[in-house]
């Protein structure tokens, strides 16, 4: 089940808010845990196995891990955060990257939050949690539970405990559950048929103008389809009491690849450097060190993101534009106008976009090639096409993109109108793909 569905939408969240807002509050974890399950059984009965196996198997871990810290055997300690580690990462292992069975959906997102716990309470930064209950809801938590945002266990344990439900609360979940809606059905999957068109044109036709509109509805069908999710999943959980933080922060603004990857999918960023960067020594032991840390980060977050070559070249992509930002590169961007900086930061991701969003390799390369000037020509009747029919979207799409409609996201009217125009066109859609739904 999808947020951007009429059985989410019309079924499921009106029944499971009306009976969460009926349940005592000491039993709304019980209420919130038993509802995700159902949410997720609704798409993958076959692996709520898998994720209430990783949800014992780490709640489990946590009591042992209180229980060698209260005695003092950190021999103990060690052995059961290296069998956490070793676990859930074969799991992620074998499911994601073996090809042997189907992606289970959501579980490269709940086992970073089960590891994360585990590290946590290791590090003594969290107390185990007692309650079966409390962390079952915490990992299956259905607002984040498919795409994220990665909520780690301490940001959220004061309100697994106890938290309230306002009125506040409410109104603003609700408004920003709306914007999303309408961010993922009425922008990301209208800019995605753009993306479609220019894809399927036979390549020997293709035109350099061509393929940076492709690549350029691609980057925004990715940002408005996750960021769009990213706010509903925050919506929905301030409706039920818990404050998310934030995901994206207008990433298209950035002006560096730098500043770009500290507005992107923050919380898989503050993940690798809470758990793989600083871990490794962070940039404490040289110039020389940072680097080789920051190419395994990104080799991870490339892998991270799927099985296929293209991921880890994406990886390793940004992770040397980054390198190459703090060695030299950074500093001189400073100098420059910000338009040269912003100008240098959109052309080099729409570059790494077009990488993600092609599987195969080759073909990514080749499309890459043709935004440089190796295409049939400048442009044609069918780059003019593509404008004709879809130049106003895109337009209206890196305003969006740039922030351009904040101000007009906060208003209760625009809310409204989001959702409605979002609902009638469920009703008779065809194409309402969710990007993520493949990491």
Known sequence: MVFSSLIFICRFLPIFLTVYLLTPHRYRN???????????????????????????????????????????????????????????????????????????????????????????????????????TAFGAYVSMFPQLIAGPIVKYKDVAAELEKRRLDLKDGYEGIGRFCVGLGKKVLLANQIGLLWEAARQMPGGQMSVLTAWIGSAAYALQLYFDFSGYSDMAIGLAQMIGFHLKENFDYPYCARSITEFWRRWHISLGQWFRDYVYIPLGGNRKGISVQIRNLLVVWALTGIWHGKGFNFLVWGLYFGILLILEKVFLLKRLTRLPAVFGHLYAMMAVLMGMTIFALEDLGKGLAWISALWGNASCLWNGQSIWLLSNYGLLLAICILGAVGAGKKLAGRPGVWALSFFLSVAYLVDASYNPFLYFRF
């Open 30 to 132: 019980l209420a919130l845990f038993a509802a995700s399950l159902i949410f997720y059984a609704w798409g993958e009965p076959v692996y709520i196995g898998l994720m209430l196996f990783s949800t014992f198997l780490d709640y489990a871990n946590g009591r042992i891990l209180g229980y060698a810290k209260r005695e003092g055997r950190s021999g103990l300690s060690r052995a059961v955060l290296v069998e956490s580690v070793l676990v859930n990462l074969s799991l992620l292992g074998v499911f994601k990257y073996s090809g042997l069975l189907p992606l289970p959906i959501g579980i490269s997102f709940y086992t970073f939050q089960t590891m994360s716990y585990t590290i946590d309470v290791y590090r003594g930064e969290v107390p185990p949690q007692k309650s079966l």
